[in-house]
């Protein structure tokens, strides 16, 4: 049978009208709900209420457990038990016990002690109250009358033991040998026990051999183990280092040379600045040229005059030392003949354009449809008939002409779509 447990918050000895809403909760479930009730008692007064406050309280919710199985169970055995309370607290504890109607029964959770034995006597009592219950109603008869129960009658006197196997046997000894010890004790004991020096070692359960519980635990990076990247010597190695860069500077190693740079390096870092001045000018003048937003040219500015020139040119390589020969031709200095060479090819170019034209003006071709006619009144025969023919292609497509592609539509949307109401459809 399943079964569940149904955990009560605490009730109070108080009047019923001084509960609180989580405390009629509890006593709505007691009432209503179809379950065995077990009544929790604490003997030993360490939950701060005494044996007489807890029969009390038993004795004021005890009408909500009417036609429901009660078990009244007293808890922390390992503590005091029934017999070791002093006589006028025991009688208090005679009324409940001598009650047919309640299952009176001891127990301890922290040894385990009788826990077994109220749940079996829970469920037990539960199922023959649903059972009871079920034979109550007026469908039970008609099940009963279906059901035949064959009990066997013994044909002699011979006991006949069930068989049970010698290894089953022998398990079943030696589980019952090592039972007494075979409880663990709780990480709340051990640490009871050894006070400070516990220290949670949560490593000891895995299940490994002991070999390898205590291995470190590899991370792993991008698929590769980090350990195998680290270099257990590396501490070592980093003292040597320093002390190594420490005899370094003891000895004047880093000391930097205060010779002076000749007259050559001193042009070299000279010029090397005056670069980059003019490169840090040049980036500004791009910069303000790019965020100008400014037409380039107004109308009002004056034609550009040449800047460069062939004199501006032979003065500037004269400054730099070098003359130029204007005489001689290789310097391409001489416009004239530049200029009369093309001259020379613009008159050659337009020559050769007039012959192209000319020979096409002559070997043009005749139109399409004057090929193949002999006279005026055979071509004006020939463009009846084929006007007739196209009107009787037009005609039949519904075309304007011959040039006429235009698809009508044949779902026209207008007549089409909407909604279809409940008259007829073959027309809107």
């Known amino acids: 049978m399943r079964w569940q447990v149904v955990d009560t918050p605490g009730i109070l000895d108080h009047p019923l009208e001084q509960r609180n809403t989580i405390e009629m909760q509890a006593i709505t479930a007691l009432a209503h709900l179809r379950a065995a009730v077990l009544f929790i008692s604490d003997p030993s007064e360490q939950c701060g209420h005494s044996i007489e406050e ?24 390992d503590i005091i ?8 607290k025991k009688e208090l504890y ?33 199922l023959v109250h649903r ?28 006991l006949r033991m069930p068989f049970i196997p010698e290894k089953v046997l022998a398990k079943k000894m030696s589980m019952e040998v090592v039972g007494e ?26 299940d490994l051999p002991e070999d390898f519980k205590y291995d470190i635990i590899p991370e792993i990076w991008e698929g590769k183990n980090i350990a195998d990247y680290i270099d257990p010597d590396i501490l070592k190695k980093l003292e040597d280092l320093e002390k190594e860069e420490e005899l370094r500077e003891k000895a004047g190693f880093y000391n930097e040379d205060s010779e002076e740079e000749d007259e050559e390096m001193v042009r070299v870092h000279e010029l090397a600045n005056q670069i980059r001045e003019k490169k840090k ?46 005489e001689n031709p290789n310097t391409n200095f001489n416009r ?9 090819k613009k008159a050659r170019l337009d020559s050769a354009a007039r012959q192209r034209s000319a020979s096409r003006s002559v070997s043009r071709s005749r139109p399409r449809d004057e090929m193949g006619v002999k006279n005026i009144e055979m071509k004006e ?11 009787r292609g037009n005609a039949k497509y519904s075309r304007k002409g011959e040039g006429d592609r235009h698809i009508s539509v044949k779902l026209p949307k207008h007549l089409f779509s909407g909604k279809r109401g409940i008259g007829k459809t073959d027309r809107r």
């Open 381 to 391: 025969k020939l463009r009846k008939v084929g006007s007739k023919a196209q009107k």
């Open 181 to 206: 010890n075979r409880k663990k004790k709780l990480e709340r004991e051990i640490e009871e026990e050894m006070g400070d020096d516990y220290i949670l070692d949560l490593k000891k359960h895995y």
């Open 54 to 77: 807890q029969v009390n309280l038993f004795e004021n919710i005890r009408p909500l457990f009417v036609n429901k199985p009660l078990l009244f169970v007293l808890n922390k055995t």
């Open 94 to 126: 005679d009324p409940i016990r001598k009650d047919p109607d309640i299952c009176f029964l001891e127990m301890s959770t922290m040894s385990e002690e009788g826990i077994m034995a109220v749940k079996q006597e829970a469920c037990e009592r539960l």
């Open 336 to 344: 004239s003949v530049s200029r009369s060479g093309v001259a020379a």
């Open 131 to 158: 059972i009871e219950n079920k034979m109550r109603t007026k469908r039970a008869e008609d099940f009963i009358s279906r059901l035949h129960v064959a009990i066997p009658e013994p044909r002699d006197d011979k």
């Open 281 to 326: 000018l040049l980036k500004l003048e791009s910069r303000i040229k790019k965020a100008s937003t400014k037409p380039k040219l107004p109308r009002t500015t004056p034609g550009m005059k040449r800047a460069r020139s062939v004199s501006g040119l032979r003065n500037k390589m004269r400054e730099l030392g070098v003359e130029i020969d204007a």
């Open 81 to 88: 038990r029934l017999e070791d309370l002093p006589s006028h």
